[in-house]
Structures are given as structure tokens and as C-alpha cells.
């Protein structure tokens, strides 16, 4: 079955120990997105990536930098996590932008937790 | 910004009754989604309306986007414990930076 893979699934990084999370998605969709979710809240688009293109939020902190190497695969890396980057990474497909066909495939999600 | 507002936070009925979320956004949108995220679970796309005045039924959920194309609900009939999760809208403006924005999502629980 077509579906957005994320690996590893659960996280524990120290204070400070940068951090990779990877994603990938077998539907070869255009757009992939990372959003950040704390507990009890929405979903946070921290960046996304149309095709080869990158777009970062405004807000988000520079201590989080992605890469797409391909089609299929996408990065997030936390160079220095904090306490406060504790939370589920989500990473979601679309087959098109957000105008278009955009309905989002999220995948399982990291959690991390940081000591 | 665009803010996206929804309401009630938490919402806990009776198994059978019925419930309903309401999203309303600053400004005006193009279109707006609906995802469920069961406890522990991932967001799983529901539905997306994009015309004025839409109404789509999917079983037991109906969901509506408002004339103005700045609000939108979900109404569950006859809620089952399969229902129980945190129910997101998430508005794509018509101008600006083309980005989904989230509701702060209403949780729902059941009592059976």
C-alpha cells in the first residue's frame, strides 16, 4: 500500500545532541511537509518542500534545517535540541500544492523526547 | 495573521447524542479541510469543501462551509465510540502565502 513511511517512530535525544528524523512516501506526491505537535494542540508547519523547492515558515527556529534528497525521502534535522523541541514530528505528502489537489497524507509520526 | 478559531475545545457526550465543531477564520478562505486524529493516532484527511455554502454528508458526519467562505462545521449524528478523536479544520486563505492553517481542533469523548 501507498503510504508515508517515518522512522524511527519514538526519540530520545540529549540536551543540546543534534537529532535527525527522516521521512518517506511511496505515493510520489510533489509536496512533503514537517509539522511539529505538542500535546493538545494543532499541528505546527514548521517548512515544506514543493517538488525541489523549499519553503520555511517565518517562525520557525533556525535550529531546525530539512533536506529532500529525492522525491521520496525527507530530513529534519535539529541541530541542538532543546527542552522545549520535546514533541511529535509529523511528516504529510500532498500530491499538489495547497491550491490544488491537496488533500495531506500524514504519516505516523517521531515522537521525541529530549533529556 | 489568519487565524483559524474553532470551538468548543473539548467536547464529552453520551453515546448517541450528537456533536458539533465550528471553525471560523479571520479572513476569507478558498477552501477548507477536515482531519481526525484518533488518541495517540496521526491526522487521517476527512474532507474538503471549497464552494460557498457547502454541504457534504459522509455517513453520519455532515460538514458545511459558510456562504462567506469564512466558516465551516462538522456535525456528527448519533455519536459511536468509534467517533471519539480530536476533530481539525484547516483553512487555505485566498491570498497570501498558500499554507494550510489549523484550528486548534476539538476533542471529543464518549461515554458508552
Known amino acids: 500500500d501507498a503510504m508515508v513511511i517515518q522512522n524511527p517512530r519514538y526519540q530520545v535525544t540529549q540536551f543540546g545532541k543534534p537529532v535527525t528524523l527522516s521521512c518517506s512516501q511511496t505515493l510520489n506526491h510533489n509536496v512533503m511537509y514537517w509539522y511539529q505537535q505538542k500535546s493538545s494542540q494543532a499541528p505546527k508547519l514548521l517548512f515544506h518542500y514543493y517538488d525541489k523547492d523549499f519553503n520555511n515558515e517565518a517562525d520557525t527556529p533556525d535550529n531546525f534545517q530539512s533536506r529532500r534528497p529525492n522525491t521520496s525521502f525527507c530530513f529534519l534535522d535539529i541541530r541542538s535540541p532543546g527542552l522545549g523541541d520535546a514533541a511529535m514530528y509529523l511528516c504529510?505528502?500532498?500530491?499538489?500544492?495547497?491550491?490544488?489537489?491537496?488533500?495531506?497524507?500524514f504519516g505516523p509520526g517521531t515522537r521525541l523526547t529530549v533529556l | 495573521g489568519q487565524q483559524v478559531m474553532q470551538i468548543p475545545q473539548y467536547q464529552h457526550v453520551q453515546e448517541g447524542e450528537d456533536f458539533t465543531t465550528y471553525c471560523n477564520s479571520s479572513?476569507?478562505?478558498?477552501?477548507i479541510q477536515w482531519y481526525k486524529q484518533r488518541p495517540g493516532g496521526h491526522p487521517v484527511f476527512l474532507i474538503q469543501?471549497?464552494?460557498?455554502?457547502e454541504v457534504k454528508k459522509q455517513k453520519r458526519l455532515t460538514f458545511q462551509f459558510g456562504e462567506a467562505k469564512k466558516n465551516s462545521s462538522l456535525h456528527i449524528t448519533a455519536t459511536q465510540t468509534t467517533d471519539v478523536g480530536t476533530y481539525f479544520c484547516a483553512g487555505l486563505r485566498i491570498q497570501g502565502a498558500q499554507k494550510l492553517v489549523f484550528g486548534q481542533g476539538t476533542r471529543l469523548t464518549i461515554n458508552p
Open positions: 504529510a505528502t500532498s500530491r499538489d500544492g495547497v491550491a490544488g489537489n491537496n488533500e495531506q497524507f
Open positions: 479572513t476569507t478562505l478558498s477552501n
Open positions: 469543501l471549497v464552494k460557498s455554502g
